[in-house]
């Protein structure tokens, strides 16, 4: 079975380029490694994806919301299999599964940033995730002026390079609801200490990525294959 691996933090905490880094760096090592991402991964969680993240959609409800992000996850774990014992269906041919963003994102945005009950969103994730849960979690974590400054400056070149859809729905939300989403994140951290592994998100690309390899190398010797 695929070891999973996904990557949550505030906006801007540079969780995607770590991943990369992650990718490339398992496959020079000679594993089979399969990215993928939340909201999205699927064609149907891409489609989903672009509702949840037009800005034009700011009065989408919260329920509504949440609802969104768990059927994406639901479409994801059916596609993938993981779990499953079965071979040749994508993700689960592959030694490594790595996921930008998954359940811990919406118990952080959903429950702590939108106040929904995190016991409801618990069960939600079950369902939507057929209750697998990661191998390893890693949470880069930063202040949140600076994620939101980097996710900023991010946006603004995205939409000039490609004149594309802004994808700063969340990056618009007051700096108290990011607060909290990172509040939400460390407390995840603090509850599941075995598979939630707390990264600084300061230190610089090179420093974060050795000590995520040093984590997942540590990580590996106790999964079981
Ligand atoms: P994305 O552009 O992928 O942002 P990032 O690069 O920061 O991951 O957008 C994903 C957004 O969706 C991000 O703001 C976090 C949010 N989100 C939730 O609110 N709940 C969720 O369950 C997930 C998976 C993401």
Excluded: W
């Amino acid at each position: 079975m695929p070891k999973f691996i996904t990557f949550e933090g505030i906006e801007g905490c540079g969780k995607t380029t770590q991943l990369k880094l992650l990718a490339n760096h398992l496959r020079e090592k000679g594993y089979s490694v399969y990215e993928t991402r939340e909201p999205g991964g699927t064609l149907i969680g891409d489609q989903i994806r672009k509702i949840l993240l037009n800005p034009e959609n700011k009065n989408i409800c919260s329920i509504a919301e949440l609802f969104l992000y768990e059927a994406c996850r639901a479409q994801l774990i059916k596609e993938l299999r993981v779990g499953s014992r079965e071979s040749g269906v994508r993700g689960n041919d592959k030694e490594f599964i790595l996921c930008d963003r998954f359940i811990d994102s919406t118990i952080a945005y959903q429950g702590y940033g939108r106040g929904i009950d995190t016991e409801i969103i618990e069960g939600l994730n079950m369902i939507a995730s057929n209750d697998i849960k990661p191998d390893i979690t890693i949470l880069l974590d930063m202040d949140v002026k600076t994620g939101l400054a980097r996710a900023r400056g991010r946006n603004i070149n995205v939409n000039v390079l490609q004149s594309n859809l802004s994808e700063s729905r969340f990056e618009e939300e007051t700096l108290d609801f990011h607060e909290k989403v990172r509040e939400g994140f460390l407390k995840i951290a603090s509850e599941e200490p075995d598979r939630v592994k707390v990264v600084d998100a300061t230190k610089g690309i090179e420093k974060i990525q050795k000590e995520i390899i040093r984590i997942v190398e540590m990580e590996q010797k106790k999964i079981a294959v």
